[in-house]
């Protein structure tokens, strides 16, 4: 008997305008209660009260309180990267532009640090069930690096670069976070990886 075709898996329809102003509410209000209390401040029960929607329509959008403060990351980032785009960098070299730029974020982390505190931990709880939440706040970090890079079609070895930059700017964030790190040591750590960001050598420099 021939096996039996697996079903396709269907693309998430995309969000009404309707959908899409509650998912909004939705993240503003985790944004809220995490300013005020941090982590254990977001309580779905009090999420949905606060952005007026009912509890199982928030489990819908948001299964647990740890999809909810990754994206409400994602969405914090996202604001960020148009602050950005309206005001961009203006270091001489992309290294230097993506220090300031990552500077930047962290100093609008740092004037909520509570609300920093919650985000970041949530991503550290974050299971594979969060993979794609946890995916968009990559993809937005990279997109900021690669805005203050110029780069819109970087090569591996610059993606890989990014990625470091990435990480160590997560790290710096966490370590502030807990009380290890003084802003001057996170710049000094931030300034390091973005060097690994430099033009590639010219064929006469290379033996």
Same mark, same amino acid.
């Given at each position: ?53 009912? &509890? ?8 647990? %309180?740890?999809? &909810? ?17 309206? %005001? ?15 500077? #930047?974020?962290? #100093? ?6 509570? &609300? ?46 990014? #990625? ?15 009380? #290890? ?27």
């Amino acid at each position: 008997m021939p096996a039996q075709a697996s079903t396709p898996r269907l693309a998430t329809p995309p969000l009404t305008e309707r959908q899409e102003a509650r998912r909004r509410r939705i993240l503003h209000a985790s944004a809220r209660l995490a300013c005020r209390g941090g982590f254990d401040a977001v309580q779905m029960r009090e999420v949905a009260e606060a952005s007026q929607v009912a &509890l199982g329509t928030l489990y819908r959008y948001f299964p647990s %309180k740890v999809h &909810l403060l990754v994206a409400t990351m994602q969405d914090q980032l996202e604001h960020l990267h148009g602050a950005l785009r309206r %005001k961009p960098p203006d270091g001489g070299s992309a290294a230097e532009r993506v220090a300031e730029t990552l500077m #930047r974020a962290f #100093r609008a982390l740092q004037r909520e640090p509570q &609300l920093a505190d919650a985000m970041v931990r949530a991503l550290t709880f974050a299971d594979r069930s969060v993979s794609p939440e946890v995916d968009q706040v990559s993809r937005q970090t990279t997109a900021i690096i690669l805005d203050a890079m110029g780069q819109d079609d970087p090569t591996s070895e610059q993606l890989s670069a990014v #990625r470091v930059i990435e990480h160590t700017w997560l790290s710096a964030l966490i370590t502030w976070l807990s009380g #290890r790190a003084s802003i001057a040591q996170v710049r000094t750590d931030i300034e390091t990886a973005c060097r690994l960001i430099a033009p590639p050598a010219s064929p006469e420099g290379r033996q």
